[in-house]
């Protein structure tokens, strides 16, 4: 008698990311409660499973879901506010202004909902957020049905959000223990970034997340600026700095990374640090190139992020993928500098490994959540396709997508979002574009 299930998906490509370097072909994931159960041959798994829903992705590559390293998704409603601009004139004269202006649990709500839509229709299950009222995005995200890693941002200087230190501090880690038990929630202590946040607040932060088990995510050399005014004000680069305080280690997630010298690569590597890289958000802002090849070669752990969409301007998963395989090929001036199967690595499993949580999510592997993403190649622009991890990095993109599911739940089915107004949400974007800056002016 075949074992009853819960769903079966059945692709014409399977990359599991995880054994590495390996494409599947008609093969099936078998999915029960939430979890992968077994993954195998079409021909097998019909003697052997009996499923309640099936799912027959004739022209389709099956990957897991992509994994967002670094994102402050209710920036969506600043998206296209202030273009063309150097990361510090843009974040000071620009954005600080309408966040202090603007920003409230309402706005954080609403701009995470944006966001959340956009990310599940580009194959994106899970995203690393640092951003104010960090339960308005736990809420946002949790309503969407997808999985997010929480930022509990702290900073020296008063926000909309919060006073000081201890108020950022006791807020965030109110909201940990309010949601902590809710299963596609995980949660991150979010220091801005070395510019922002004195040593000593660095020290709590190192304390907190030492006692309750959590990575650490902040920007970290993301411009030559920063580091150099690093050295000018306290006579040490930015790293240096967290090495002395004792921040180094496997769950330190740095954000950019782009100017490191060799010494600093070795230094993330010794410690297992991990590096979101985050490719047009770095370019859009002339921030620069990262050295993605050395790091790897370093043995860094390394994931992909999109930024927020203020500095992007979109949450696509699928850009990065391409654009972080190809600037490496360009800056390194090796070809096979990172390959497709390493960028999309980067994308799923780096980025899990990188919040703790490869054991659930990051590969489509028996025992993890079933958090997976199909791309259809019937299309014009997709073929022939001699190499389906190729094809996936270099020439598909998130209009592709035709399914996602999260936890074993479909979010995504033929490109359209499920219990999601797509027409609810434009119009909540216009509502908020007329408060941040009216058409008439």
């Known amino acids: 008698m075949n074992t009853p299930l819960d769903l079966l998906i059945e692709a014409r490509w399977i990359i599991p990311v995880e054994p590495a370097n390996v494409v599947l072909e008609n093969y099936a994931v078998a999915v029960n409660n ?54 510090m004139e843009w974040l000071h004269d620009h954005i600080w202004p309408a966040e202090e202006k603007h920003v409230s649990a309402q706005f954080v709500h609403d701009g ?3 966001a959340c839509a956009e990310m599940l229709r580009g194959g994106t299950t899970c995203f690393n957020d640092m951003y ?4 308005a995005t736990a809420k946002a995200a949790l309503a969407a049905g997808m999985r997010a890693a929480i930022g509990l941002i702290t900073l020296d200087f008063p926000t909309p959000y919060a006073a000081d230190a201890d108020d950022y501090l006791t807020k965030g880690l109110s909201v940990r223990d309010l949601l902590r038990d809710e299963p596609l929630l995980s949660f991150c202590l979010a220091p801005h970034a070395p510019y922002s946040v004195s040593d000593s607040n660095f020290r709590r932060v190192l304390t907190l997340a030492e006692q309750c088990d959590l990575p ?45 010298n060799a010494d600093e690569m070795a230094l993330l590597a010794q410690y297992g640090c991990s590096i979101a890289h985050c490719p047009s958000s770095n370019l859009k802002l002339a921030s620069g190139i990262a050295p993605i090849a050395a790091l790897a070669k370093q043995g860094v752990n390394l994931g992909l992020g999109t930024d927020g969409a203020a500095s992007n301007n979109r949450l696509d998963m699928f850009q990065e993928l391409r654009l972080a395989a190809l600037l490496a090929k360009g800056h390194s001036g090796q070809a096979d500098a990172v390959g497709a199967h390493l960028a999309l690595h980067m994308a799923t499993l780096g980025g899990a490994q990188a919040l703790g949580l490869e054991a659930i999510i990051g590969s489509i592997k028996t025992g993890k959540a079933a958090d997976l993403c199909a791309i259809n190649i019937n299309d014009i622009g997709l073929i022939p396709c001699y ?12 209009e592709h997508v035709s399914d996602v599911w999260v936890a074993g739940q479909i979010r995504v089915a033929n490109g359209h979002l499920l219990e999601t107004s797509e027409i609810e949400l434009i119009n909540l974007a216009a509502l908020w574009q007329n408060q941040i800056r009216p058409r008439n002016v």
């Not at 992968?36 to 099956?62: C, D, G, S, W, Y």
């Not at 993301?222 to 240096?240: D, K, L």
């Open 387 to 398: 190499d389906p991890a190729s094809l996936l990095v270099y020439s598909a993109g998130r």
């Open 132 to 135: 104010f009222f960090p339960e």
């Open 112 to 114: 995470t909902r944006i």
């Open 216 to 260: 650490i995510h902040l920007h970290l050399h993301e411009t030559a600026q920063e580091v150099a005014e690093s050295v000018q004000r306290i006579g040490i680069r930015p790293v240096e700095r967290l090495h002395r305080l004792g921040l180094l280690g496997p769950a330190l997630i740095g954000a950019h990374g782009i100017y490191l």
């Open 34 to 87: 939430g979890r992968i159960v077994a993954i195998l041959q079409q021909a097998e798994a019909n003697t052997r499973f009996a499923p309640r829903q099936r799912k027959h992705l004739a022209n389709h590559i099956l990957i897991p879901g992509l994994v967002n390293l670094h994102t402050h998704a209710a920036m969506t409603l600043l998206r296209g506010l202030a273009d063309d601009l150097p990361l």
